[in-house]
């Protein structure tokens, strides 16, 4: 399952990428915020980490800048989450990072760009090489 979650700083955003997730025809779940009150990003990541199953579900999580949110999510074990700034940074943070969580932007990012790193997000598969997965074992602190 893919999993959507925003402050209000992310909820423009967020209303943006479910209509592109229509258009794909991609099933998601969307944990809120509705509107744009003011509300926390840390109990909005939290909500989403925690409904996650991290070895096959992925996120998108939106605030301001992304960074509340992808600080507040790699708290969490298994979850590698980062923040989309261009495509590439995304595609290698797929490849390489097997990231299952992807932040964006509200404040900072445009609607074009967000909607490219999504896709890229949920199409690059991760790499798969022994380096990486030795990597990524080395992510989770005992
Ligand atoms: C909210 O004003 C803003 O601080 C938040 O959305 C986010 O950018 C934090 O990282």
């Known amino acids: 399952m893919l999993y959507l979650a925003s402050d209000h ?9 479910k209509e592109f ?13 509705n509107d744009e009150e ?15 199953n ?14 509340g949110m992808c600080i507040m999510a790699n708290r969490y074990k298994k979850i590698r989450a980062i923040v989309g700034n261009n495509e590439h940074e995304v595609l290698l943070g797929r490849a390489h990072n097997d990231a299952n969580v992807l932040c964006l932007g509200g ?10 790193m999504i896709k890229i997000f949920l199409d690059t ?3 798969g090489e022994t380096r990486h ?3 990524i074992r080395k992510l989770d602190i005992k």
């Open 133 to 135: 997965k030795r990597r």
């Open 107 to 116: 404040r900072l990012t445009g609607e074009n760009g967000a909607k490219k």
């Open 54 to 67: 991290p070895k096959k579900d992925k996120g998108l999580l939106f605030c301001g800048t992304g960074s």
């Open 21 to 33: 997730l229509n258009f794909l025809q991609i099933e998601y779940q969307d944990l809120g915020t």
């Open 9 to 17: 700083a992310g909820y423009k955003l967020k209303e943006v990428a």
């Open 125 to 127: 598969p991760f790499a």
């Open 38 to 52: 003011m509300v926390d990003y840390p109990d909005y990541a939290r909500k989403l980490v925690k409904k996650m």
